[in-house]
């Protein structure tokens, strides 16, 4: 048998469940919410530092390094308090995520980018991949990457 292509397709609730368990460590972080539309990933919430700070963020998704690696870039924050800088808050989602994901093998943070390899992540499950991603498309409620 010879596969020359293979479509993998992640429902939002299957991701927003494990980004949720990922972040549920994180006391600052309230009323998280996790959604997919077209072209983005949307995680908004809550962050507590004695009172709440709502924030908004949006990350792009592309393949990188010839089909290696999956690129997360935090593309854009809004932050529903008067006085803080987004620039500022980027700095500090960014290195809070670096420390959360320090030691993940297959996992790396570079500035605002969030590098993944897949073939890394998969082989932890038994699972090898061999060929290189060719594209991720980020859809209504969904996720399609291509092999």
């Known amino acids: ?7 993998v397709v992640l429902e939002e609730a299957e ?3 494990k980004v949720r368990a990922g972040l549920s460590t994180v006391q600052q972080l309230k009323d998280l919410t996790f959604s997919l539309a077209p072209g983005v990933v949307e995680v908004a ?16 998704v592309e393949v990188l390094q010839s089909g290696s690696k999956l690129g997360v870039r935090l593309a854009h ?3 529903g308090f008067f006085g803080m800088n987004a620039e500022t808050v980027s700095v500090q989602v960014m290195g ?3 420390q959360k ?4 093998a297959g996992v ?15 082989a932890k499950k ?3 991949l061999a060929a290189p991603l060719k594209r991720v498309d980020l859809l209504q409620g969904r996720v399609e990457i291509e092999l």
């Open 1 to 7: 048998m010879i596969i020359q292509g293979l479509k």
């Open 15 to 17: 991701l927003a469940a």
């Open 45 to 60: 919430g809550k962050f507590q530092v004695g009172f709440s700070i709502p924030f908004k963020t949006q990350w792009a």
């Open 77 to 79: 924050v809004s932050v």
């Open 96 to 98: 809070a995520l670096a």
């Open 101 to 104: 994901l320090q030691g993940v």
């Open 108 to 122: 790396v943070v570079e500035s605002d980018v969030i590098m993944i390899e897949p073939a890394v992540l998969l």
């Open 126 to 128: 038994g699972v090898r």
